[in-house]
């Protein structure tokens, strides 16, 4: 299977997690655009029960200019979207969408080195946050 996520596991509760993972984001340079809290739209669209998670939709203005100037369908792919899903009471895991794996889309030439650029940078970020969330 191809890993197309990065990945922290850390040890503190899911909300606490949360929080941190908000202001790891914001350290690293991104806003949160969108936020869907998943157990609480499939309970009220399925009626079943799911583990706490949430898919922050984390955005860099920056990056994304960047981006939408090489090549404005990469719109689509926006923003980047991080995970914090509970584990148990005390573990959960968070998991923002590599943008490497975005690369098998980037075209050739110019358009495609720029958003090369833009997905080395956007990982470096993410990395970043996610290990500070692990060593804190």
């Avoid at 706490?52 to 990469?74: F, K, M, N, T």
């Avoid at 720029?114 to 946050?129: I, K, Y």
């Amino acid at each position: 299977m191809t890993k197309y996520t990065l990945e922290a596991t850390v040890r503190r509760p899911y909300d606490e997690t949360v929080e941190a993972v908000r202001a790891e984001l914001s350290a690293a340079g991104f806003g949160i655009l969108t936020e869907i809290d998943l157990k609480a739209t499939l309970k009220a669209k399925l009626d079943v029960d799911v583990t706490p998670q949430v898919i922050l939709g984390a955005c860099r203005p920056q990056l994304a200019h960047q981006a939408l100037e090489a090549d404005p369908s990469i719109a689509a792919l926006l923003p980047c979207n991080v995970v914090v899903r509970a584990v148990d009471d005390t573990t959960t895991v968070v998991e923002a969408f590599d943008p490497d794996a975005m690369m098998s889309l980037a075209g050739q030439g110019q358009a495609g080195d720029t958003l090369r650029t833009v997905a080395t940078d956007a990982r470096q970020r993410l990395t970043a946050a996610l290990a500070a969330l692990e060593s804190n």
